[in-house]
């Protein structure tokens, strides 16, 4: 296969990437001196090896523990739950937050068939001692209602206030572009489910 | 630095890649395995090493002679001068054209100090022997305008017959972009200059 040919097709499997686009960014790398598209395709394959999962909250990161799980400057007693490690960057830019997180890596989506088993709750349900509040900022969708809910039922017995953010992010919208004023809106104005 | 906000920043060095999308790439790849992140570091490295330029028409290809120029079933007449390989691509998918190519590399800028010498000229003109017809497929906008007079003021005493492809694209847009439709019509209508 071309060498030309292969790069667009394997840039245009990236999301949001189209064919057109791919060609695009594939020429522009022919463009670019061989030293530095070499430090770009290093840069990849090294974010990709050193990058794994932070051993308490489930979030990316380069060291056995997040900064996040790992400092000592933030509130031990509240996690807030999320899908992603997008929607920790997120909320930590929207900058308010100072507890901790958990990441699910996934939700709950019985017609898709991923259950309890499938995302991180397990890992959820082990770190609970000493927490006073879980927040579940979760996407306004099907799924993370359903997540809410199990969530929500799951620690029922164990006198742990569960809140929401509030449902200022528009319905339908990824919780990872919201914008960082309408995340601490969010954070600030959550409620008991 | 860290490893994900390093490829972020990377990714968001490419043409019409935002940090929003550079960050979304990255958090993608970091869920591929790390040897499908391998197969993609090493095509674009591959990519880089590999393409250089034809050594008659210019374009990129990965031997010393392109598809195109080696080609036998091609008319040996007519030369179709375009500023970027990517140009060459989309005419070729146009499909109705069936002469060589010669790629510029750029376009005449006096104002951003792009002289003759800077564009692929002399090899245009160290090619014309037994050439009958310079096709000018430039972008519609003032450098592509200067470079079509140039070459055609260039040629002027060698009985080479010069055209330009029809203005049905639209000023201001890139060539490359550009559908089949439109691009096969305007190489069909194409005048002389």
Same mark, same amino acid.
């Not at 990236?14 to 061989?34: E, M, N, V």
């Not at 990161?61 to 997008?86: F, H, M, N, Y």
């Not at 991923?114 to 001692?129: A, N, T, V």
């Not at 927490?131 to 997540?147: K, R």
């Given at each position: 296969?071309?060498?030309?040919?292969?790069?667009?097709?394997?840039?245009?499997?990236?999301?949001?990437?189209?064919?057109?686009?791919?060609?695009?960014?594939?020429?522009?790398?022919?463009? *670019?001196?061989?030293?530095?598209?070499?430090?770009?395709?290093?840069?990849?394959?090294?974010?990709?090896?050193?990058?794994?999962?932070?051993?308490?909250? *489930?979030?990316?990161?380069?060291? #056995?523990?997040?900064?996040?799980?790992?400092?000592?400057?933030?509130?031990?007693?509240?996690?807030?739950?999320?899908? *992603?490690?997008?929607?920790?960057?997120?909320?930590?830019?929207?900058?308010?937050?100072?507890?901790?997180?958990?990441?699910?890596?996934?939700?709950?989506?019985?017609?898709?068939?991923?259950?309890?088993?499938?995302?991180?709750?397990?890992?959820?349900?082990?770190?609970?001692?000493?927490?006073?509040?879980?927040?579940?900022?979760?996407?306004?969708?099907? #799924?993370? #209602?359903?997540?809410? *809910?199990?969530?929500?039922?799951?620690?029922?017995?164990?006198?742990?206030?569960?809140?929401?953010?509030?449902?200022?992010?528009?319905?339908?919208?990824?919780?990872?572009?919201?914008?960082?004023?309408?995340?601490?809106?969010?954070?600030?104005?959550?409620?008991?489910?």
């Amino acid at each position: 296969m071309d060498p030309i040919d292969k790069v667009v097709e394997l840039f245009a499997t990236l999301p949001t990437i189209g064919r057109k686009t791919a060609r695009r960014l594939a020429f522009h790398l022919l463009r *670019q001196t061989q030293e530095s598209v070499e430090t770009f395709a290093e840069a990849i394959v090294h974010m990709r090896e050193s990058v794994r999962e932070c051993t308490v909250c *489930q979030t990316f990161t380069d060291r #056995e523990l997040c900064g996040i799980c790992s400092s000592e400057r933030r509130d031990r007693s509240a996690i807030c739950v999320v899908e *992603q490690p997008t929607d920790v960057m997120a909320i930590e830019r929207a900058g308010d937050y100072r507890g901790l997180y958990h990441v699910l890596h996934g939700t709950l989506s019985p017609l898709d068939g991923i259950g309890p088993d499938d995302i991180r709750l397990m890992e959820l349900m082990s770190r609970l001692s000493g927490i006073s509040e879980i927040i579940l900022a979760l996407n306004p969708n099907v #799924e993370g #209602e359903v997540t809410t *809910q199990y969530i929500n039922k799951m620690v029922s017995t164990l006198g742990i206030k569960v809140t929401r953010i509030a449902r200022g992010i528009p319905i339908g919208a990824d919780l990872e572009f919201a914008d960082d004023a309408t995340l601490a809106r969010a954070i600030e104005g959550r409620v008991p489910v």
